[in-house]
């Protein structure tokens, strides 16, 4: 645990270090989960969006984009249940005056018995070596069941009371539980209430009622109120999609974890319309074609796992989180949703238009059923960019520091580096770089010794160094140093873009 908070700070200081990521607003003392991009962050952000966006778009033929505006129409809201159900419990704790999340309670006390199970299992581990048999243990041991017995206990009856919006029950539990605040360390509890997450704001000059504007909580609405427009200007036929890049707002009340939780991210959604009855090959169908897109970053299968959601919400007929092991754990990154057609047919009952689509097989009209695929885009950054921190110890007995981003994603492609600043060697670099920049992101450095700028390239995850040197000014080759073998080869310059270009090819199936 101790070993991953310092994993976890080590990841947040480069961000800032090597300008991935600022805290919002720092000269002014920052502002809770909020963030700023920096100038290679923003790199690093732009192509993975583009990354995505080329998966959905440009692989797809029946799924084209739309960019939607933050501001919509305030009943869209009402129509999609936010306004009345986009809530998280509340809870005071009136000593420290410190404001939480019942249900983040309840989930760090079972992770504190999960820690008990897994503690055990260690002790155990060690005893018998490898004789040990996980599974039988797990299912054997008095201790190890009784907790697991606790855990199941408590999360079944939190459900339960959430399902109910039963706060009075939830209190209950936080007190019978014996959960205590981690600042006062007291049971002095306020009542649990419902918080809504929207942010609001007026439009226009009254701050009457009626021109309440929400910032968007989802990108997805966007997509559902122009989906008709889509459908009819681009001709398009059941099933297809609807994918948008945007940012969305939410008024978290928890908001630590730095870039995990933001009150003001990005999403990367996609609404795929399908024939009622056929959403669930759909779904099966997504969750298969994430699990690709994910894995064809080069990033470990053993980092991914899926988590199927057995209380499904009132909209849903099957969901689905692909989770991440950020350093703190296995958590959501993206969710694959089927949908039905929840939320058309109420922006119709909302709108009084309708948003029914004639299918010309079937020779009927019907409101599409829908699976959504949803990832936020600075989750993605911070599981790969944390994936990718690695400190190595070399051979010479030296340590670096090193990115090692996917080579498609990284936000420099390639640094020239002239071997010293005389002997017309910078006037080379400069060439190369000007044969380079108009198709890759690159750039040039000539200060400090050559050891240290290869550092600062590997630090930033840049994936190619090419070095000009006295023969680079005999017969215009030069060495290009690749960033995770340390690798060099010697090549012409004529070389380097067919070089460069075959290392960073995109992955995507
Ligand atoms: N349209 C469906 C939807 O919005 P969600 O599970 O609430 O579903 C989808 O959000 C994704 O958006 C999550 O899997 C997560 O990656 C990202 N996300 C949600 N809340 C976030 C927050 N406060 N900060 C950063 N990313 C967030």
Redesign the pocket.
Known sequence: MAQNEDLFKKIISHAKEYGFIFPSSEIYDGMA?VYDYGQYGVELKNNIKQYWWKSMTQMHENIVGIDTAIFMHPTIWKASGHVDAFNDPLIDNKDSKKRYRADVLVEDHIAKIEDKINKEVEKAEKRFGESFDKAQFISTNPRVMENQAKIDSITERFAQLMNDNNLVGVKELIEELGIVCPISGTRNWTDVRQFNLMFSTQMGSLSEDSNVVYLR????QGIFVNYLNVQKTGRMKIPFGIAQIGK?F?N?IV?RQF?????E?E?M?MQFFVRPGTELQWFEYWKETRKKWHLSLGIAESKYRFHDHIKLAHYANAAT?IEFEFPFGFK????I?SRTDFDLKRHQEFSGKKLQYFDPELNESYVPYVV?T???L???FLAIFSNALKEEKLEDGSERVVLNLPKVLAPIKAAVLPLVKKDGMPEKAREIMDMLKQDFMMQYDEKDAIGKRYRRQDAIGTPYCITVDTQTLEDNTVTIRERDTMKQDRIHINELFTYISNGIRPLIK
Not at 332 to 335: A, D, H, M, S, W
């Open positions: 989960a909580p989802e990108t997805a969305a939410r978290e908001a870039i995990f939780r933001m009150r991210f999403q959604e989180d959501e990154l993206e969710g949703h959504e949803s990832i936020g600075d989750r993605t």
